[in-house]
């Protein structure tokens, strides 16, 4: 009886615990991750006015949308082993103040060059925080529960579109203050959340389960027992540099890089391709706040889906598979998005389209971060990470490009849907990892 009694006060003590841990950390970090993506992609809002004021052309646009990720790229595995030793309260307050003001600045760009200088100094200056707070996570929650939380967490790549679609475009639309135009307007007014929440940072975040004053001793007692017990059950890379010696970093670096060419190339060209898919037979076009509007139905499906396949892939514990059918989904959706030329069925499979890419990250992320702990962590999800995101450019690079090659969008889709295949076949094809990686230091065995 009293062995009972026992396990059901620890399991009360797990829930609770979990719970608070859960209530005080996701949500901000959710909303803080909605201002870091809206301000990432918000350019292509922009777009619907600036092309044509800026005298840009497609491939000057997508440049612009890519060139992003390479100041992201150099800066972001430094960035993540700064975060790991100074700690993620400091620098992910910098890193939310210094993109704020670089949007703002962007606000006063007179041509494409301009852009092209302040959308690289952005990449810079928000290098490091989606790997960071993925990495945070994994300090708060343990494995059979990262697909869950991060899921979650990343919903907000959903809720900043459905958000920041209508806002954005009714800002174009609306606010003509001081003589400037309603994008440069957008800028400022959705660069200063990211200012404010950054000094808010510093004082709401909590850098580690120890120093948790909103958990009581009991419950911090059991948290670190219970992270230090999964962490020990992680044999693999030793160390941070040696991260970069494993074959697994730099495979699932691939597949996420061909994951977010689809990503990036919907998320910069949504707007644009939403306008020309509805234009009317006399060449009229719908206002950007109703383009706006549109453009929330992708995303609001595709953040419930992100969710609920989230919670079943945590449920089942199963993750290759759970990451490799939403790449394939996507495909599918995105080769629709092209073949249709009703507007109502064409966003039908980008909703299908998104619904497949947003599903991805939550077992991706639980199924590369299953050999990886401390150090070794903080450097190979930002690897992997980085990477990555280079996929950021080539996706809405080559819209652009391929665009202004055939005067449609739908050579560009074909080629999203394309990456995203391989996404698909190269985690189905990752579980012959197990058989051909070797842990760096031992040179023995170990599985994914």
Do not use: C
């Amino acid at each position: 009886m009293h062995g009972i009694t026992g396990n059901h006060r620890e399991w009360l003590l797990e829930k609770r615990t979990m719970r608070k841990v859960s209530w005080r950390l996701i949500p901000y970090l959710f909303l803080l991750y909605i201002i870091a993506y809206l301000d990432r992609v918000n350019l292509g809002y922009a777009a619907l006015e600036m092309n044509q004021a800026l005298g840009m052309t497609s491939e000057v646009f997508g440049m612009a949308a890519g060139i992003f990720f390479f100041g992201y790229f150099i800066f972001e595995v430094p960035s993540n082993i700064l975060l790991h030793r100074l700690g993620a309260r400091v620098w992910i307050a910098r890193i939310l103040v210094s993109w704020g003001l670089v949007v703002v600045l962007t606000a006063w760009v007179q041509n494409g060059w301009q852009l092209y200088v302040l959308r690289f100094i952005l990449g810079v200056a928000e290098a490091g925080f989606f790997p960071g707070i993925i990495l945070y996570i994994t300090y708060w929650f343990r494995p059979h529960e990262q697909a869950r939380a991060v899921a979650f967490f990343m919903t907000a790549l959903a809720a900043s579109s459905i958000i920041g679609a209508p806002v954005s475009t009714w800002i174009i639309d609306h606010v003509d203050w001081f003589g400037m135009d309603g994008w440069r307007w957008m800028f400022i007014l959705e660069g200063i959340p990211a200012i404010v929440f950054g000094l808010i940072t510093l004082v709401y975040l909590t850098d580690r389960p120890n120093v948790a004053h909103w958990l009581t001793e009991e419950e911090r007692t059991w948290l670190i027992a219970a992270l230090a017990q999964e962490e020990a059950k992680k044999a693999s890379v030793p160390s941070m540099w040696d991260a970069l010696k494993e074959v697994r970093v730099w495979y699932f670096s691939l597949i996420y890089f061909t994951l977010v060419v689809g990503l990036y190339g919907i998320g910069f060209w949504m707007p644009t391709i939403v306008k020309a898919l509805t234009e009317s037979a006399d060449g009229t076009f719908l206002t950007n706040t109703q383009v706006g509007l549109i453009v929330m139905i992708p995303y609001i499906f595709g953040g419930i889906a992100m969710v609920l396949w989230g919670l079943k892939s945590d449920k089942s514990g199963e993750r290759r598979w759970h990451a490799a059918l939403p790449a394939f989904i996507g495909a599918l959706g995105l080769i629709g998005s092209g073949l249709f030329t009703d507007p109502f069925f064409a966003i039908v499979m980008m909703t299908l389209a998104t619904m497949g890419i947003y599903s991805f990250f939550g077992p991706f992320w639980s199924y590369a971060n299953a050999f990886l702990s401390g150090g070794a962590a903080a450097v190979g999800i930002a690897v992997i990470n980085s990477i990555g995101n280079l996929g950021g450019f080539v996706g809405p690079y080559m819209i652009g490009y391929l665009k202004k090659f055939t005067g449609t969008n739908k050579a560009g889709l074909y080629f999203l849907a394309g990456s995203l295949i391989i996404s698909f076949l190269l985690i189905v094809w990752s579980k012959y990892l197990n058989r051909q990686t070797f842990d760096v230091s031992s040179r023995q065995k170990t599985s994914v």
